[in-house]
């Protein structure tokens, strides 16, 4: 059974770099059904799509934060990445990776399964 | 972007009520339609997708219906362990957006 494990600071400071790592354990992240997302959720309030990158590499961002955000995979590690650069309270959320299922001949199933989430605060 | 309107923001209701919860997008969407339940400290769960499917081992009386603009899940029979946050997502168009979700609690 596929499983998502977030993991990275906990604590950021304005400004600087959120680094997150999402490895996936029970299957590869290179498999040509799926691809991969993250999402993040502040607290009380909805989720919200940051991203998505699929198997060629290509990528799509929610456009409020395109400017500072790359997600990036690492098949030798089976892990996916995610930086976003400057940031500021705005971003303290519990941050989730994703997968998107793309069974052929099929449509898509998104986002299932989730990681557990980690929490990211901003805050000096 | 696409805007989904969801509503009732929240609900009360009591185990054995049919529920029902409805999520409308600004623009078609088809059928790309996903709906999710989070319970609270837990991260959301998939119930439906393409608007009607049920995903694997989600109960029965879990629905989902609805195309273009308009949808809705339905839970026939509520159940103590169904109290809990719903979101729909649209993953027609990017960027993907969700609904700003329903709470259902007890009554």
Known sequence: ?????????????????????????????????????????????????????????????????????????????????????????????????????????????????WGQGTLVTVSS | AIQMTQFPSSLSASVGDRVTITCRASQGIRSDLGWYQQEPGKAPKLLIYAAFRLQSGVPSRFSGSGSGTDFTLTISTLQAEDFATYYCLQYNTYPWTFGQGTKVEIK
Do not use: H
């Open chain 1, 1 to 113: 059974q596929l499983q998502l494990q977030e993991s990275g600071p906990g604590l950021v400071k304005p400004s600087e770099t959120l680094s997150l790592t999402c490895t996936v354990s029970g299957g590869s992240i290179s498999s040509s059904s799926y691809f991969w997302g993250w999402i993040r959720q502040p607290p009380g309030m909805a989720p919200e799509w940051i991203g998505n990158i699929y198997q060629d590499e290509s990528s799509y961002y929610t456009p409020s934060l395109e400017s500072r955000t790359t997600i990036s995979v690492d098949p030798s590690k089976n892990q996916i990445s995610l930086k976003m650069t400057s940031v500021t309270a705005a971003d303290t959320a519990v941050y989730f990776c994703v997968r998107v299922l793309t069974p052929a001949g099929s449509g898509w199933i998104p986002f299932d399964p």
